[in-house]
């Protein structure tokens, strides 16, 4: 085989998501060992808040760069030994990319479940709201392109790519990085969800509204990155009030697909006694008359399942996280579909078709490819880990 291990390196403990994403019960199946390398420590000052599922496999929690240095180097085979990154490659990780470097391991990363995104303002005018943190990390980002471009800090070796623009999700990288670089074509975690549901019979269909909760004001990834978000009792009664709208023009109820963080959503009431479903969510979108949506990646379900989407956005978002907002706006403008505020009183106006070219355009940027769409990612992998150079 060409590699017997494989070690997965994260600055957040393990999850169960994760570990099902990266297909770590596959490969320890398949006789290659598993180990997961949490680099919390290394990064965040504390990980109380964060989810630990790290009992699911074998898990090194490394607290000190001295410390990861002694297990690189404590690896009998390490040339037989695959890192993968689950890590955007950007400045912070500068210190533990030298390392990695200095002892030349094998390096991959999954570049994926990337969709498209509005531009970003200017630097110049996001000056007013920009933190210290942004700063220091932008100057840390420079660097690193520039020891990455005088080879001082290792590319890739492996890239696992879903799509043709799914390069994107890696960070700062662009096409003239992927030079050289193995790349190998999979499939994004959406598509393959699809890939398991698609040839199922629907036990029903078309009596509902989905809409693709993401948790807006609450999401803990805004604490954890300091991310400018709304509050909670601004959003939700907003969008209950549109709910009612909606549900009244089409007779049907809205059924909420919640995301898998909204722990919240398991001991109180946020949307006035809906349907509140957790882990569903390609099963849901299978089912749902159409799709409401904000820029949840979420979107691959309906666009794999060829149902309409509208999305949503409102004053409050706009305002209060306006990167959300023109997301909105792009995403509608790229699928050929319509959006609207939550906070005015028109009609909704949701498209009469969807727009076959453009929901095809964006399964092949995004999704999937012509080799891989009708295999699962998971069988792609495991042939790659496995077979011999």
Same mark, same amino acid.
């Given at each position: 085989?060409?590699?017997?291990?494989?070690?997965?390196?994260?600055?957040?403990?393990?999850?169960?998501?994760?570990?099902?994403?990266?297909?770590?019960?596959?490969?320890?199946?398949?006789?290659?060992?598993?180990?997961?390398?949490?680099?919390?420590?290394?990064?965040?000052?504390?990980?109380?808040?964060?989810?630990?599922?790290?009992?699911?496999?074998?898990?090194?929690?490394?607290?000190? &760069?001295?410390?990861?240095?002694?297990?690189?180097?404590?690896?009998?085979?390490?040339?037989?030994?695959?890192?993968?990154?689950?890590?955007?490659?950007?400045?912070?990780?500068?210190?533990?990319?030298?390392?990695?470097?200095?002892?030349?391991?094998?390096?991959?990363?999954?570049?994926?479940?990337?969709?498209?995104?509005?531009?970003?303002?200017?630097?110049?005018?996001?000056?007013?709201?920009?933190?210290?943190?942004?700063?220091?990390?932008?100057?840390?980002?420079?660097?690193?392109?520039?020891?990455?471009?005088?080879?001082?800090?290792?590319?890739? !070796?492996?890239?696992? %790519?879903?799509?043709?623009?799914?390069?994107?999700?890696? /960070?700062?990288?662009?096409?003239? &990085?992927?030079?050289?670089?193995?790349?190998?074509?999979?499939?994004?975690? !959406?598509?393959?969800?699809?890939?398991? %549901?698609?040839?199922?019979?629907?036990?029903?269909?078309?009596?509902?509204?989905?809409?693709?909760?993401?948790?807006?004001?609450?999401?803990?990834?805004?604490?954890?990155?300091?991310?400018?978000?709304?509050?909670?009792?601004?959003?939700?009664?907003?969008?209950?009030?549109?709910?009612?709208?909606?549900?009244?023009?089409?007779?049907?109820?809205?059924?909420?697909?919640?995301?898998?963080?909204?722990?919240?959503?398991?001991?109180?009431?946020?949307?006035? /006694?809906?349907?509140?479903?957790?882990?569903?969510?390609?099963?849901?979108?299978?089912?749902?008359?159409?799709?409401?949506?904000?820029?949840?990646?979420?979107?691959?379900?309906?666009?794999?399942?060829?149902?309409?989407?509208?999305?949503?956005?409102?004053?409050?978002?706009?305002? /209060?996280?306006?990167?959300?907002?023109?997301?909105?706006?792009?995403?509608?403008?790229?699928? /050929?579909?319509?959006?609207?505020?939550?906070? !005015?009183?028109?009609?909704?106006?949701?498209?009469?078709?969807?727009?076959?070219?453009?929901?095809?355009?964006?399964?092949?940027?995004?999704?999937?490819?012509?080799?891989?769409?009708?295999?699962?990612?998971?069988?792609?992998?495991?042939?790659?880990?496995?077979?011999?150079?």
């Amino acid at each position: 085989m060409r590699f017997d291990k494989i070690i997965y390196i994260r600055y957040m403990p393990l999850t169960k998501k994760i570990y099902t994403d990266f297909y770590m019960e596959e490969v320890e199946k398949a006789g290659l060992e598993v180990e997961y390398w949490d680099l919390t420590a290394l990064f965040f000052k504390s990980s109380s808040f964060m989810e630990d599922a790290s009992d699911l496999v074998n898990t090194k929690k490394i607290n000190s &760069y001295l410390e990861l240095e002694q297990n690189i180097k404590s690896e009998p085979m390490l040339s037989k030994v695959l890192f993968i990154s689950i890590m955007t490659f950007e400045g912070r990780i500068i210190k533990l990319y030298k390392l990695l470097t200095k002892y030349n391991c094998q390096l991959s990363v999954f570049g994926r479940n990337m969709f498209p995104v509005a531009s970003s303002k200017s630097f110049l005018q996001n000056i007013k709201h920009i933190r210290l943190s942004t700063i220091v990390n932008r100057f840390k980002t420079k660097k690193l392109i520039k020891l990455v471009n005088e080879g001082k800090i290792k590319k890739y !070796d492996i890239v696992f %790519l879903g799509g043709s623009l799914g390069w994107q999700g890696i /960070g700062v990288i662009d096409l003239n &990085y992927l030079k050289g670089i193995e790349q190998v074509k999979v499939n994004s975690d !959406d598509y393959d969800n699809y890939l398991l %549901l698609k040839n199922q019979d629907s036990v029903s269909s078309d009596n509902y509204i989905l809409f693709l909760d993401e948790y807006l004001p609450l999401h803990p990834d805004t604490v954890l990155f300091n991310i400018k978000n709304i509050k909670e009792e601004d959003y939700y009664p907003q969008l209950n009030d549109y709910f009612d709208r909606v549900e009244k023009q089409f007779n049907l109820p809205v059924v909420i697909a919640a995301h898998p963080k909204a722990i919240r959503y398991k001991t109180e009431d946020f949307f006035n /006694g809906r349907k509140v479903v957790f882990h569903e969510t390609v099963e849901l979108t299978k089912n749902a008359a159409f799709v409401i949506a904000h820029d949840s990646t979420s979107i691959n379900y309906p666009i794999a399942f060829n149902k309409k989407i509208h999305f949503i956005t409102s004053k409050n978002i706009l305002n /209060g996280i306006e990167m959300v907002h023109r997301n909105v706006l792009h995403f509608a403008n790229y699928l /050929g579909c319509n959006y609207q505020f939550i906070d !005015d009183i028109d009609e909704i106006n949701l498209i009469d078709k969807i727009n076959i070219k453009n929901y095809e355009n964006y399964k092949y940027s995004f999704q999937t490819s012509a080799e891989t769409e009708n295999k699962p990612t998971s069988e792609i992998f495991i042939d790659f880990l496995k077979k011999d150079l």
